[in-house]
T-cell receptor
Framework: EAQVTQNPRYLITVTGKKLTVTCSQN?????MSWYRQDPGLGLRQIYY???????DKGDVPEGYKVSRKEKRNFPLILESPSPNQTSLYFC??????????????FGQGTRLTVV | DAKTTQPPSMDCAEGRAANLPCNHS???????VYWYRQIHSQGPQYIIH???NNETNEMASLIITEDRKSSTLILPHATLRDTAVYYC??????????FGTGTKLQVIP
């Protein structure tokens, strides 16, 4: 079954404690990205990756890091989480065919609370 | 990525067609128009996309104006399960994809 898997689904952590949210896809997609969703602000892109070792900033990259060492995995790293990073996070992947993206698949989301 | 404008909310009677408009006047020639929806706090779900021509699939129809400055997503027979936030996105190539705040569609019994 085609899917994007995020872990964990829920996480409560303390300010400053480094954490990683994992994202894995089984569709051999080139394009992967991370979004955060906050009430009234819609979905905002944090980082995206066009392929292995190719990453770029989205609209709200501050405080986050990513890496793309393998095609299937795209972890989101918060080196020193702060309360303003409390949010619902989504990972997504899609096939890239020139200028066209095919259907994007989204993970189930990770609800992060930083206290 | 193209900037899109959508009404914040709309209502539609169950069984009627829901027509959701989107303005994307800054879209460039090689950017596609994509529609997604999100039910509650689930991950967004792909609906349809197109470049110039109108498109139809089992979920919806997409009508793109000839000048490509706007489009309309049509859900032909809205059901209560179509209540969701609908996002219109203009994107293409190696660039970021911006979702915006979308249109909250409420289907009324």
């Amino acid at each position: 079954e085609a899917q994007v898997t995020q872990n964990p689904r829920y996480l409560i952590t303390v300010t400053g404690k480094k954490l990683t949210v994992t994202c894995s896809q089984n569709m051999n997609h080139e394009y992967m990205s991370w979004y955060r969703q906050d009430p009234g602000l819609g979905l905002r892109q944090i980082y995206y990756s066009m392929n292995v070792e190719v990453t770029d900033k989205g609209d709200v990259p501050e405080g986050y890091k990513v890496s793309r060492k393998e095609k299937r995995n795209f972890p989101l790293i918060l080196e020193s989480p702060s309360p303003n990073q409390t949010s619902l996070y989504f990972c997504a992947s899609s096939l890239s065919k020139g200028f066209e993206y095919t259907e994007a698949f989204f993970g189930q989301g990770t609800r992060l609370t930083v206290v | 990525d193209a900037k899109t404008t959508q009404p914040p909310s709309m209502d539609c009677a169950e069984g009627r067609a829901a027509n959701l408009p989107c303005n994307h006047s800054t879209i460039s020639g090689n950017e596609y128009v994509y529609w997604y929806r999100q039910i509650h706090s689930q991950g967004p779900q792909y609906i349809i996309h197109g470049l110039k021509n109108n498109e139809t699939n089992e979920m919806a129809s997409l009508i793109i104006t000839e000048d490509r400055k706007s489009s309309t997503l049509i859900l032909p027979h809205a059901t209560l399960r179509d209540t969701a936030v609908y996002y219109c996105i203009g994107a293409g190539g190696y660039q970021k994809v911006t979702f915006g705040t979308g249109t909250k569609l409420q289907v009324i019994p």
